[in-house]
């Protein structure tokens, strides 16, 4: 009877050992590396779309980073001297905004004076031209008192879809613009909390000291990017405002300041001052030499700055292949149209930072498990001491630090 109840009762049975082998464990790294790239390749896929989205928001957000990461040195020395980190930012973003302003103000005066002889200018190269469209019409066999077809669309459906895509454009655009320069401000008020919060999320000493130094790298190659970029097209600007002087243009300095900024619209912005300077030139020009010397002259200058001259500095200076630069210029180009390309080489050069500090970290030592927890808050201490006194603040403790 007793055997029976016992036989009732769960028997224990000894748990199976772990596999010792280390062929028996399942590693996706190690045993299947198909998969591996397989994820990541879906995951870059899936962030594609993802930023294609949400394009009006992810693109001034990502500008206002990265010129953030510019302007911060600016904003350091200020609070060296004294300033909040608050006031620093809004004199930062304050000055940015009324050098903007007084440029596009300089660029406006001709470009108003301009507009009022369009009419003249149409008419000029329209009589220059007049050859040319009647040999092409004779070439296609067309009568020459013939015309082009007139439109049948009525007045007030042709006047109103214009002036609402005008609407539409504006109000995003100056959303934008507002997002992009508030992200600024923010950003620079709050980059210090920013270092150290992430430095307190990560687990051990020797991840604190690779993500202080992403930082630290990612500011250094981003300003010296854009110092490069800048002497470049200074020079362009100063080389543009000689061929105006040269070929008569009215107001040197204007093509030169415009020279100037559309340079920083990689591809782009220079073959729009190539159309306005065939315009010129032609409009100005007595010669079919005299008319063309300007922007073929401004063209060849463009071909060799932008193929060989920027990709080559920029390459020597970031140790970045200018393979790289190219491709990463079209694809931000395809994402983000003109912006995006002003963008690629500086997120080209997070991106590679970032994959430098992640392979530098894979090949850290693990902290032993004694003394774990003295060396985190120690490292903890160190790292966020060294980022405040970097910043210009007094050195706090990471407990008392609040967003």
């Not at 004076?113 to 019409?137: C, E, H, N, S, Y």
């Not at 070929?247 to 300095?253: C, E, I, N």
Request: proline share 6%; charged share 15%.
């Amino acid at each position: 009877m007793r055997s029976e109840l016992l036989w009732f009762l769960p028997r224990h049975e000894e748990a199976p050992e772990p596999p010792t082998d280390d062929h028996d464990l399942f590693d996706i790294g190690d045993h299947d590396p198909v998969l591996r790239y397989a994820t990541l390749g879906i995951f870059v896929i899936m962030a594609t779309a993802a930023l294609a989205i949400a394009r009006p928001v992810a693109l001034p957000v990502t500008a206002g980073i990265v010129f953030g990461l510019v302007l911060g040195p600016v904003s350091d020395a200020l609070v060296r001297r004294g300033l909040p980190h608050a006031a620093a930012a809004a004199i930062v973003v304050l000055t940015g905004i009324v050098l903007l302003m007084g440029l596009f103000a300089i660029l406006a005066a001709p470009v108003a004076l301009g507009a009022d002889q369009i009419p003249a200018i149409v008419d000029t190269l329209r009589a220059k031209f007049d050859g040319f469209f009647d040999m092409m019409r004779r070439l296609q066999g067309v009568p020459q008192g013939a015309t082009a077809p007139v439109a049948t669309e009525t007045a007030a459906g042709a006047s109103f879809t214009p002036l609402l895509n005008i609407a539409v454009t504006s109000s995003s655009a100056a959303g934008g613009m507002l997002i992009f320069v508030a992200t600024i401000f923010f950003y620079l008020a709050a980059r210090r909390h920013l270092k150290a919060r992430v430095l307190r999320l990560c687990l051990g000493r020797d991840a604190r000291q690779v993500a202080g130094s992403f930082f630290e790298e990612v500011e250094q190659r981003i300003g010296s990017y854009f110092a490069v970029v800048t002497v470049i097209n200074l020079v362009v600007g100063v080389i543009a405002t000689a061929i105006a002087w040269l070929a008569g243009f009215p107001y040197p300095l204007f093509w030169g300041a415009l020279s100037f900024v559309l340079n920083y619209l990689a591809f782009i912005g220079p073959l729009i001052l190539t159309a306005l300077m065939l315009g010129a030139g032609v409009t100005t020009g007595d010669t079919a030499f005299a008319a063309l010397w300007p922007v073929s002259v401004y063209a060849l200058i463009h071909l060799v700055e932008g193929n060989v001259l920027t990709p080559s500095l920029v390459g020597r200076r970031l140790t970045v292949s200018p393979f790289l630069v190219f491709l990463s210029f079209v694809f931000w180009l395809w994402l983000w149209g003109p912006v995006g390309a002003i963008l690629s080489t500086p997120l080209l050069l997070i991106g590679m930072v970032m994959v430098e500090v992640l392979s530098a970290y894979r090949h850290l030592n693990k902290p032993s498990e004694g003394g774990s927890d003295a060396a985190t808050t120690t490292g903890t201490a160190d790292e966020t001491a060294r980022l405040t006194m970097r910043d210009g603040a007094q050195p706090q403790s990471p407990v008392s630090i609040t967003a």
